[in-house]
Protein backbone atom coordinates (compact mmCIF):
# COMPACT_ATOMS: atom_id res chain seq x y z
CA UNK A 1 0.00 0.00 0.00
CA UNK A 2 1.15 3.84 -0.67
CA UNK A 3 0.49 4.77 2.67
CA UNK A 4 0.91 3.91 6.07
CA UNK A 5 -1.81 1.23 7.79
CA UNK A 6 -2.01 3.79 10.60
CA UNK A 7 -2.95 6.81 8.45
CA UNK A 8 -5.42 4.72 6.46
CA UNK A 9 -7.12 3.37 9.93
CA UNK A 10 -7.07 7.17 10.86
CA UNK A 11 -9.10 7.83 7.78
CA UNK A 12 -11.59 4.58 8.45
CA UNK A 13 -12.49 5.82 11.94
CA UNK A 14 -10.12 4.12 14.64
CA UNK A 15 -13.00 4.14 17.25
CA UNK A 16 -14.84 1.28 15.15
CA UNK A 17 -11.33 -0.87 15.31
CA UNK A 18 -10.89 -0.39 18.73
CA UNK A 19 -10.11 -3.39 20.37
CA UNK A 20 -12.44 -4.81 23.21
CA UNK A 21 -11.66 -5.51 26.77
CA UNK A 22 -11.63 -9.15 27.00
CA UNK A 23 -9.59 -11.74 25.33
CA UNK A 24 -10.06 -10.59 22.42
CA UNK A 25 -8.32 -7.02 23.56
CA UNK A 26 -5.67 -8.57 25.24
CA UNK A 27 -4.39 -10.26 21.98
CA UNK A 28 -4.51 -6.99 20.17
CA UNK A 29 -2.63 -4.02 21.82
CA UNK A 30 -4.01 -1.14 20.32
CA UNK A 31 -6.34 -0.84 17.23
CA UNK A 32 -3.66 -0.48 14.79
CA UNK A 33 -2.59 -3.87 15.44
CA UNK A 34 -6.01 -5.42 14.41
CA UNK A 35 -6.56 -3.36 11.53
CA UNK A 36 -3.44 -5.23 9.96
CA UNK A 37 -4.32 -8.62 11.11
CA UNK A 38 -7.39 -7.65 9.30
CA UNK A 39 -6.18 -6.41 6.42
CA UNK A 40 -3.73 -9.66 6.02
CA UNK A 41 -6.61 -11.89 6.32
CA UNK A 42 -8.48 -9.94 3.81
CA UNK A 43 -5.62 -9.62 1.12
CA UNK A 44 -6.04 -13.17 -0.93
CA UNK A 45 -9.77 -12.49 -0.42
CA UNK A 46 -9.27 -9.32 -2.55
CA UNK A 47 -7.33 -10.97 -5.11
CA UNK A 48 -9.79 -13.78 -6.04
CA UNK A 49 -12.20 -11.20 -6.46
CA UNK A 50 -10.02 -9.53 -8.61
CA UNK A 51 -9.21 -12.00 -10.92
CA UNK A 52 -12.72 -12.86 -10.82
CA UNK A 53 -13.38 -9.85 -12.53
CA UNK A 54 -10.54 -9.93 -14.77
CA UNK A 55 -11.98 -13.41 -15.99
CA UNK A 56 -15.27 -11.95 -16.50
CA UNK A 57 -14.10 -9.09 -18.75
CA UNK A 58 -11.80 -11.69 -21.02
CA UNK A 59 -14.91 -13.92 -21.34
CA UNK A 60 -17.45 -10.88 -21.87
CA UNK A 61 -14.56 -9.49 -24.50
CA UNK A 62 -14.32 -12.49 -26.85
CA UNK A 63 -17.13 -13.97 -28.64
CA UNK A 64 -15.55 -17.38 -29.29
CA UNK A 65 -15.28 -18.38 -25.78
CA UNK A 66 -18.10 -20.59 -24.82
CA UNK A 67 -21.57 -19.54 -22.83
CA UNK A 68 -21.09 -23.15 -20.89
CA UNK A 69 -17.78 -21.18 -19.17
CA UNK A 70 -19.24 -17.86 -19.22
CA UNK A 71 -22.16 -18.59 -17.54
CA UNK A 72 -19.84 -20.77 -14.59
CA UNK A 73 -18.06 -17.86 -14.42
CA UNK A 74 -20.48 -15.37 -14.07
CA UNK A 75 -21.89 -18.05 -11.82
CA UNK A 76 -18.99 -18.37 -9.25
CA UNK A 77 -18.99 -14.39 -9.21
CA UNK A 78 -22.62 -14.73 -7.53
CA UNK A 79 -21.93 -17.38 -5.40
CA UNK A 80 -18.32 -15.88 -4.04
CA UNK A 81 -16.01 -17.57 -6.16
CA UNK A 82 -15.94 -20.95 -4.12
CA UNK A 83 -14.27 -23.85 -4.18
CA UNK A 84 -17.16 -25.89 -6.44
CA UNK A 85 -16.72 -23.03 -8.91
CA UNK A 86 -12.65 -23.58 -8.74
CA UNK A 87 -12.85 -27.47 -9.47
CA UNK A 88 -14.73 -26.89 -12.11
CA UNK A 89 -12.83 -24.79 -13.65
CA UNK A 90 -10.02 -27.01 -13.13
CA UNK A 91 -11.43 -29.92 -14.64
CA UNK A 92 -12.24 -28.00 -18.15
CA UNK A 93 -8.99 -26.55 -17.63
CA UNK A 94 -7.90 -30.32 -17.51
CA UNK A 95 -10.40 -31.21 -20.37
CA UNK A 96 -9.22 -28.33 -22.87
CA UNK A 97 -5.65 -29.32 -22.25
CA UNK A 98 -5.86 -33.15 -22.63
CA UNK A 99 -7.90 -32.44 -26.31
CA UNK A 100 -5.50 -30.32 -27.11
CA UNK A 101 -2.59 -32.92 -26.38
CA UNK A 102 -5.06 -35.30 -28.74
CA UNK A 103 -4.62 -33.38 -31.21
CA UNK A 104 -1.14 -32.29 -31.69
CA UNK A 105 -0.03 -35.76 -30.43
CA UNK A 106 -2.15 -36.51 -33.73
CA UNK A 107 -0.40 -34.11 -36.06
CA UNK A 108 2.77 -34.88 -34.77
CA UNK A 109 2.31 -38.68 -35.98
CA UNK A 110 1.07 -37.67 -39.17
CA UNK A 111 4.40 -35.93 -39.79
CA UNK A 112 6.22 -38.50 -38.73
CA UNK A 113 4.40 -41.51 -40.46
CA UNK A 114 4.92 -39.41 -43.49
CA UNK A 115 8.43 -38.80 -43.05
CA UNK A 116 9.73 -42.16 -41.82
CA UNK A 117 7.28 -43.96 -43.54
CA UNK A 118 3.98 -46.10 -42.66
CA UNK A 119 4.41 -48.43 -39.85
CA UNK A 120 4.50 -52.08 -40.83
CA UNK A 121 2.79 -55.23 -39.62
CA UNK A 122 4.33 -58.33 -38.25
CA UNK A 123 4.41 -61.16 -40.44
CA UNK A 124 4.79 -64.87 -39.03
CA UNK A 125 8.12 -65.50 -41.00
CA UNK A 126 9.35 -69.37 -40.32
CA UNK A 127 12.57 -68.82 -39.65
CA UNK A 128 11.07 -66.32 -36.91
CA UNK A 129 11.44 -68.94 -33.78
CA UNK A 130 13.90 -69.95 -31.65
CA UNK A 131 14.60 -73.20 -33.09
CA UNK A 132 13.18 -72.48 -36.45
CA UNK A 133 15.07 -72.89 -39.91
CA UNK A 134 15.07 -71.72 -42.96
CA UNK A 135 12.32 -72.61 -45.13
CA UNK A 136 15.16 -73.57 -48.38
CA UNK A 137 11.95 -73.90 -50.87
CA UNK A 138 11.44 -70.47 -50.45
CA UNK A 139 15.24 -69.53 -50.62
CA UNK A 140 15.45 -71.36 -54.20
CA UNK A 141 12.19 -69.57 -55.11
CA UNK A 142 13.63 -65.97 -53.99
CA UNK A 143 16.64 -66.42 -55.65
CA UNK A 144 14.74 -66.88 -58.69
CA UNK A 145 12.66 -63.95 -58.62
CA UNK A 146 15.83 -61.90 -57.04
CA UNK A 147 17.70 -62.85 -60.70
CA UNK A 148 14.78 -62.47 -62.60
CA UNK A 149 13.26 -59.15 -61.07
CA UNK A 150 15.98 -57.51 -58.87
CA UNK A 151 19.52 -58.08 -59.98
CA UNK A 152 19.09 -56.15 -63.01
CA UNK A 153 19.40 -53.16 -60.87
CA UNK A 154 20.78 -54.14 -57.42
CA UNK A 155 23.59 -55.48 -56.67
CA UNK A 156 24.31 -58.73 -53.50
CA UNK A 157 28.25 -58.01 -53.74
CA UNK A 158 28.98 -60.38 -50.19
CA UNK A 159 27.48 -63.41 -51.68
CA UNK A 160 29.47 -66.09 -54.05
CA UNK A 161 28.16 -68.47 -55.53
CA UNK A 162 29.19 -71.19 -53.54
CA UNK A 163 27.35 -70.11 -50.70
CA UNK A 164 24.34 -71.68 -52.41
CA UNK A 165 25.17 -75.03 -52.21
CA UNK A 166 23.81 -76.96 -50.07
CA UNK A 167 21.19 -74.37 -49.47
CA UNK A 168 18.68 -74.25 -52.46
CA UNK A 169 20.75 -75.46 -55.26
CA UNK A 170 23.17 -78.82 -55.43
CA UNK A 171 26.87 -78.36 -56.66
CA UNK A 172 26.16 -78.94 -60.32
CA UNK A 173 23.47 -76.76 -60.53
CA UNK A 174 25.36 -73.79 -59.03
CA UNK A 175 28.55 -74.88 -60.95
CA UNK A 176 26.13 -74.65 -64.31
CA UNK A 177 24.54 -71.19 -63.22
CA UNK A 178 27.86 -70.09 -62.43
CA UNK A 179 29.51 -70.60 -65.74
CA UNK A 180 26.82 -68.62 -67.52
CA UNK A 181 28.37 -65.27 -66.92
CA UNK A 182 31.62 -64.17 -67.84
CA UNK A 183 34.24 -62.47 -65.23
CA UNK A 184 37.28 -60.24 -66.19
CA UNK A 185 40.08 -61.72 -64.85
CA UNK A 186 43.92 -61.78 -65.09
CA UNK A 187 46.28 -60.24 -65.75
CA UNK A 188 47.73 -63.46 -67.71
CA UNK A 189 51.54 -63.84 -68.23
CA UNK A 190 51.61 -61.52 -70.64
CA UNK A 191 50.52 -58.73 -68.58
CA UNK A 192 46.69 -58.37 -70.02
CA UNK A 193 43.11 -58.87 -68.84
CA UNK A 194 41.01 -61.83 -69.98
CA UNK A 195 37.49 -62.94 -69.56
CA UNK A 196 36.66 -66.38 -68.55
CA UNK A 197 33.88 -68.64 -67.51
CA UNK A 198 32.33 -67.66 -63.83
CA UNK A 199 33.36 -69.86 -61.08
CA UNK A 200 31.70 -71.53 -58.00
CA UNK A 201 34.23 -68.32 -55.74
CA UNK A 202 33.25 -65.42 -57.87
CA UNK A 203 30.70 -63.28 -56.16
CA UNK A 204 27.21 -62.74 -58.10
CA UNK A 205 28.17 -59.72 -60.81
CA UNK A 206 27.06 -55.89 -60.22
CA UNK A 207 24.61 -54.70 -62.26
CA UNK A 208 26.58 -51.35 -63.01
CA UNK A 209 30.57 -50.43 -63.13
CA UNK A 210 30.07 -47.69 -60.73
CA UNK A 211 27.59 -45.53 -58.61
CA UNK A 212 28.08 -42.90 -61.13
CA UNK A 213 26.59 -45.29 -63.57
CA UNK A 214 23.66 -46.44 -61.21
CA UNK A 215 22.84 -43.27 -60.81
CA UNK A 216 22.50 -42.40 -64.51
CA UNK A 217 20.23 -45.49 -65.00
CA UNK A 218 18.06 -44.72 -62.79
CA UNK A 219 17.33 -40.76 -62.81
CA UNK A 220 19.77 -40.00 -60.07
CA UNK A 221 18.60 -42.66 -57.81
CA UNK A 222 21.23 -45.23 -56.17
CA UNK A 223 19.77 -49.00 -56.09
CA UNK A 224 20.83 -50.26 -53.00
CA UNK A 225 22.89 -53.38 -52.05
CA UNK A 226 20.81 -55.89 -51.18
CA UNK A 227 23.28 -58.30 -49.71
CA UNK A 228 22.46 -56.87 -45.77
CA UNK A 229 19.03 -54.95 -46.61
CA UNK A 230 17.09 -56.74 -43.97
CA UNK A 231 19.51 -55.87 -41.77
CA UNK A 232 20.56 -51.99 -42.29
CA UNK A 233 16.43 -51.36 -42.29
CA UNK A 234 14.57 -50.82 -39.40
CA UNK A 235 12.30 -53.90 -38.78
CA UNK A 236 13.93 -55.15 -41.87
CA UNK A 237 12.46 -58.65 -43.05
CA UNK A 238 8.61 -56.78 -42.36
CA UNK A 239 9.79 -53.46 -44.02
CA UNK A 240 10.73 -55.35 -46.82
CA UNK A 241 8.29 -57.17 -47.80
CA UNK A 242 5.38 -54.27 -46.97
CA UNK A 243 7.66 -51.98 -49.28
CA UNK A 244 7.61 -54.45 -52.54
CA UNK A 245 3.94 -55.24 -51.91
CA UNK A 246 2.90 -51.53 -50.67
CA UNK A 247 2.34 -49.89 -53.82
CA UNK A 248 -0.95 -47.71 -55.36
CA UNK A 249 -2.30 -44.75 -56.34
CA UNK A 250 -1.54 -41.80 -54.40
CA UNK A 251 -4.51 -40.39 -51.78
CA UNK A 252 -6.39 -37.56 -52.62
CA UNK A 253 -4.34 -34.31 -52.06
CA UNK A 254 -1.06 -36.26 -52.60
CA UNK A 255 1.10 -35.09 -55.37
CA UNK A 256 4.22 -37.35 -56.56
CA UNK A 257 6.63 -35.90 -58.85
CA UNK A 258 7.26 -37.35 -62.27
CA UNK A 259 9.52 -40.08 -62.21
CA UNK A 260 8.65 -40.96 -58.95
CA UNK A 261 5.74 -43.53 -57.52
CA UNK A 262 3.72 -43.76 -54.39
CA UNK A 263 4.17 -45.96 -51.43
CA UNK A 264 3.08 -45.17 -47.93
CA UNK A 265 5.96 -47.27 -46.07
CA UNK A 266 8.95 -45.24 -48.27
CA UNK A 267 10.43 -42.31 -45.88
CA UNK A 268 8.72 -39.46 -47.84
CA UNK A 269 6.39 -41.61 -49.63
CA UNK A 270 7.73 -41.06 -52.89
CA UNK A 271 10.07 -43.52 -54.20
CA UNK A 272 12.12 -44.17 -57.82
CA UNK A 273 11.80 -47.36 -58.07
CA UNK A 274 7.99 -48.55 -59.75
CA UNK A 275 6.31 -51.83 -58.43
CA UNK A 276 8.12 -54.71 -59.86
CA UNK A 277 5.93 -57.74 -58.60
CA UNK A 278 3.19 -58.58 -60.80
CA UNK A 279 1.29 -61.58 -60.43
CA UNK A 280 2.71 -63.96 -63.06
CA UNK A 281 6.00 -61.82 -63.61
CA UNK A 282 8.21 -65.22 -62.32
CA UNK A 283 7.54 -68.81 -63.28
CA UNK A 284 8.31 -71.32 -60.58
CA UNK A 285 10.29 -74.02 -61.09
CA UNK A 286 7.90 -76.02 -58.96
CA UNK A 287 5.15 -74.63 -60.19
CA UNK A 288 4.31 -72.53 -57.18
CA UNK A 289 1.81 -69.87 -58.32
CA UNK A 290 3.44 -66.43 -58.71
CA UNK A 291 1.23 -64.13 -57.09
CA UNK A 292 2.63 -60.77 -55.84
CA UNK A 293 2.64 -61.70 -52.03
CA UNK A 294 4.13 -65.03 -52.72
CA UNK A 295 7.12 -63.83 -54.45
CA UNK A 296 7.70 -60.40 -51.90
CA UNK A 297 7.72 -63.77 -49.04
CA UNK A 298 10.18 -66.05 -51.36
CA UNK A 299 12.45 -62.71 -51.92
CA UNK A 300 12.44 -61.76 -48.74
CA UNK A 301 13.24 -65.27 -47.57
CA UNK A 302 16.08 -65.29 -49.93
CA UNK A 303 17.49 -62.05 -48.95
CA UNK A 304 17.11 -62.35 -45.14
CA UNK A 305 19.31 -65.85 -45.84
CA UNK A 306 21.72 -63.63 -47.63
CA UNK A 307 22.03 -61.10 -44.13
CA UNK A 308 22.45 -64.09 -41.70
CA UNK A 309 23.76 -67.21 -43.71
CA UNK A 310 24.88 -68.70 -40.14
CA UNK A 311 21.76 -68.38 -38.41
CA UNK A 312 20.72 -71.99 -38.40
CA UNK A 313 24.24 -73.11 -36.90
CA UNK A 314 23.82 -70.11 -34.74
CA UNK A 315 20.70 -71.70 -33.37
CA UNK A 316 22.12 -75.13 -33.46
CA UNK A 317 25.32 -74.24 -31.73
CA UNK A 318 23.30 -71.77 -28.80
CA UNK A 319 21.09 -75.19 -28.47
CA UNK A 320 24.04 -77.31 -27.56
CA UNK A 321 25.60 -74.78 -25.31
CA UNK A 322 22.59 -74.69 -23.32
CA UNK A 323 22.20 -78.49 -23.18
CA UNK A 324 25.62 -78.72 -21.74
CA UNK A 325 25.80 -75.86 -19.45
CA UNK A 326 22.62 -77.47 -17.67
CA UNK A 327 24.19 -80.72 -17.05
CA UNK A 328 26.91 -78.29 -15.88
CA UNK A 329 24.59 -76.55 -13.34
CA UNK A 330 23.26 -80.06 -12.08
CA UNK A 331 26.25 -81.01 -11.41
CA UNK A 332 27.16 -77.79 -9.47
CA UNK A 333 23.68 -77.82 -7.37
CA UNK A 334 24.82 -81.67 -6.70
CA UNK A 335 27.96 -80.93 -5.07
CA UNK A 336 27.00 -77.98 -3.35
CA UNK A 337 24.15 -79.98 -1.60
CA UNK A 338 26.08 -83.29 -1.04
CA UNK A 339 29.44 -82.22 -0.70
CA UNK A 340 30.49 -78.94 -0.26
CA UNK A 341 27.74 -78.32 2.22
CA UNK A 342 28.71 -80.77 4.33
CA UNK A 343 32.06 -79.26 4.41
CA UNK A 344 30.44 -75.64 5.12
CA UNK A 345 28.87 -76.97 8.60
CA UNK A 346 30.99 -79.05 9.48
CA UNK A 347 32.27 -77.95 13.49
CA UNK A 348 35.33 -78.51 15.34
CA UNK A 349 35.45 -78.95 19.21
CA UNK A 350 38.94 -77.64 20.93
CA UNK A 351 38.84 -79.63 24.14
CA UNK A 352 40.80 -77.44 26.52
CA UNK A 353 40.63 -80.06 29.58
CA UNK A 354 42.65 -82.50 28.62
Known amino acids: LPFSSSSYFRRLGGANFAPSSGPRGKKFANSEELFSSRLKRSAPMAAGRAIHQLLRKKLQSHSSVPPLLSSLVVKQGQDGF ?205 GTAATESQMGKDVVSFLSWAAEPEMEERKLMGFKWIFVLSLALLQAAYYRRLKWSVLKSRKLVLDVVN
Request: glycine share 12%; net charge negative.
Open 82 to 286: GNAGMKSLRALALIGAGVSGILSFGTIASADEAEHGLACASYPWPHKGILSSYDHGSIRRGHQVYQQVCASCHSMSLISYRDLVGVAYTEEEVKAMAAEIEVVDGPNDEGEMFTRPGKLSDRFPQPYANEQAARFANGGAYPPDLSLITKARHNGQNYVFALLTGYHDPPAGVSIREGLHYNPYFPGGAIAMPKMLIDGAVEYED
